[in-house]
């Protein structure tokens, strides 16, 4: 017969077995779940287009998570890491980049990491829109062709380069004073302009960048993702990297 003390052991049993659970699970979710950015030198850029904007090559779901959870975590990491050190706040984060050694060694750590994903994401958010993509325009193309050998080759050159990048990275486009272009790759949250490189343009592979709508299919995500690339905003930049003021 099942009494009443029996059905209690066999509740508490349950519940102690599924808290054993919760608490051996792995915490996948800590930074997707990152809590609103505090108040702090630094702040979440506004994006000029919905999260839905750029479907379907890049889906809604990953845009609002990337940007509301993922890099808002950035900017939490920044703040906090500022609320004791306020040298953080009297520099835009190029600036802090460019000169990680010249910061306090406690917060070297912080600005590497949450600055430059700060920093790849404020970037990476600029550069794409809704109705985008196509052939690139401008200075631009005639850049491309000049020191990347044409965009057809810079397509397969850059695509290539996301796929070598092991675990986590981007690849960037950086640009001198002189206009000129390279390929260049990093790991992590790393930034070009940890080694004083301006940024024209960067891809996110990090797998939170396609994961949910390309599962591990990188190679795809690359692709679909020049249907997105704001070639009028990479001119913008391209002329602000010229002429000496580009930040991120």
Known sequence: MITTNSLSRRSLLGIGTAAIAVAAAPKVWAQATAPAAPSGPFSLPKRAYEAAALEPHIDATTMDIHYSRHHAAFVTGLNNAAKDHGVLATKPINELLGDITALPEAVRVAVRNAGGGHANHSMFWEIMGPGAGGAP????????????????????????????????????????????????????????????????????????????????????????????????????????????????
């Open 137 to 248: 325009t401008g200075d631009v193309a005639a850049a491309i062709t000049k020191d990347l050998g044409g965009f057809d080759k810079f397509k397969t050159d850059f695509e290539a380069a996301g796929l070598r990048v092991f675990g986590s990275g981007w690849v960037f486009v950086t640009v001198d004073k002189a206009g000129k272009l390279a390929l260049l790759s990093k790991p992590n949250q790393d930034s070009p302009l940890m080694d004083k490189h301006m940024v024209l343009m960067g891809n996110d592979v990090w797998e939170h960048a396609y994961y949910l709508k390309y599962q591990n299919r990188r190679a795809d995500y690359l692709k679909g993702w020049w249907n997105v690339v704001n070639w009028a905003k990479v001119n913008e930049r391209y002329a602000a990297a010229k002429a000496g003021k580009l930040t991120v």
